[in-house]
């Protein structure tokens, strides 16, 4: 029923730009808080942006002004523009979408390869 499916990774050069899609279904999307997650090799995943049901963002240190997190909230959408992408942007990205009280959702990634 409740579903979050990533689209848009891709391998991309350094320097380039790339768009992630998270498209959302089964819940109420419009009162979650939304974020995009990512997980390196042999890494912890660690929160890249979030963006609250009120429209308010916050970014990783190592995002910031480089990435764009937004929501369409009669698309059931959200988006991660990514530009300046760097090889350690490389990573498999995960949607997720939280509220108070509620076990937070998950969907199952999408692969991003910056090359150099």
């Known amino acids: 029923q409740v579903q979050l499916v990533e689209s848009g990774g891709g391998l991309v050069q350094a320097g380039g730009s790339l768009r992630l899609s998270c498209a959302a279904s089964?819940?109420?999307?419009?009162?979650?808080?939304m974020a995009w997650y990512r997980r390196a090799p042999g890494d912890q995943r660690e929160l890249v942006a979030g963006?609250?049901?009120?429209?308010?963002?916050n970014y990783a240190d190592s995002a910031k002004g480089r990435f764009t997190i937004s929501r369409d909230n009669a698309k059931n959408t959200v988006y991660l523009q990514m530009n300046s992408l760097k090889p350690e942007d490389t990573a498999v990205y995960y949607c997720?979408?939280?509220?108070?009280?509620?076990?937070?959702?998950w969907g199952q990634g999408t692969q991003v390869t910056v090359s150099s």
């Open positions: 997720n979408a939280k509220r108070v009280m509620i076990s937070p959702f």
């Open positions: 089964g819940f109420a999307f419009r009162i979650y808080d």
């Open positions: 963006i609250t049901s009120g429209l308010s963002t």
